[in-house]
């Protein structure tokens, strides 16, 4: 079952932009496919939830959103890659990094290290934007917020949440993010900012079975209207197929493949599905490229 969805939403006449996320379920996917570890489960569920309200700008069907993180910790790094259909996928490096000092387990930050916070965005025919930061601290969220005020000059609030029980089981995922426009009423921005001092914990609240909007108008939009506009699913889902890996491979070109003619069984890392591709597989692919480099021979 998956409940999880994104929506878009305003506040005071619309001086602010509003992203909310509810992930509970998609983060659990992840959990399971990966098998991760407490730590690798919060990076990945706070990851998918800020990636998956990023993504709500992707104007075309094809577009897709990528966050990545890399570290020079013990954890490595991670990528989520969301459509714009609200389709997720992603990897943690080492997705079964355990501490034995329990704190550690709860701090990916820590687990991360120095590193970089990137976003790229890929639309078809257009070329790719990238945006890259240090990190903060890694645990994600304050890290976001730096990026939109390094590369936009927005001021941002971000508030990612994930609870995790001591298996790693998702008990609650989710977040907001909170843009202030450059003509917002300053008073208005200062009783959101006391508000959101006064927010319990938003993984808590869910946990305790309120959703992100409840969050919303009982705490950080307490006293002030807000709506909520637009909403879509959220889901995770990998886009791999044997065609593309296909692709993929005749990428590498004749030679490469060549040393390959055994077969090989590449894994697609965002699902762990196993593509089997045999001697004859190989052998087509080949044949596909020398019939390609007739084909240039003969159009000259
Ligand atoms: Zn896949």
Request: overall charge negative; charged content about 20%; some cysteine.
């Amino acid at each position: 079952m998956n409940r999880d969805y994104i929506f878009r939403g305003t506040a005071h006449n619309d001086n602010f932009r509003i992203f909310g996320v509810s992930s509970t379920d998609t983060a659990q996917k992840a959990r399971d496919l990966h098998d991760l570890s407490p730590v690798a489960t919060l990076l990945m569920g706070r990851m998918i939830s800020a990636a998956a309200m990023l993504s709500w700008d992707l104007k075309n069907p094809a577009a897709e959103l990528t966050l990545r993180v890399d570290g020079s910790g013990k954890l490595g790094g991670a990528v989520v890659i969301c459509c714009a259909d609200g389709a997720v996928r992603g990897y943690v490096k080492e997705p079964q990094l355990w501490f034995e000092d329990k704190d550690a387990n709860l701090l990916p930050g820590k687990a991360l290290g120095k590193g970089t916070l990137s976003i790229i965005r890929s639309e078809p025919e257009t070329a790719p934007y990238m945006g890259t930061c240090e990190l903060v601290s890694g645990e994600i969220a304050e890290d976001l917020a730096y990026f939109y005020l390094q590369s936009e000059q927005i001021p941002t609030v971000v508030n990612l949440g994930i609870l995790v029980d001591q298996t790693a089981k998702v008990r609650a995922s989710g977040g907001f993010i909170i843009q202030q426009l450059p003509f917002a009423d300053a008073a208005t921005a200062a009783e959101i900012s006391a508000n959101l001092l006064a927010t319990p914990n938003v993984s808590d609240l869910m946990d305790m079975g309120l959703s992100i909007e409840e969050i919303l108008a009982r705490f950080v939009f307490k006293g002030i209207t807000w709506q909520k506009n637009e909403e879509h699913s959220l889901t995770y889902r990998c886009n791999c197929s044997f065609e593309r890996f296909s692709n993929a491979l005749l990428l590498l070109g004749k030679a490469e493949l060549s040393t390959m003619t055994k077969g090989i069984k590449p894994i697609c890392h965002y699902c762990n599905t196993e593509y089997k591709f045999g001697s004859d597989e190989i052998k087509s692919l080949i044949e596909q490229l020398t019939n390609t480099d007739k084909g240039k021979v003969n159009n000259k």
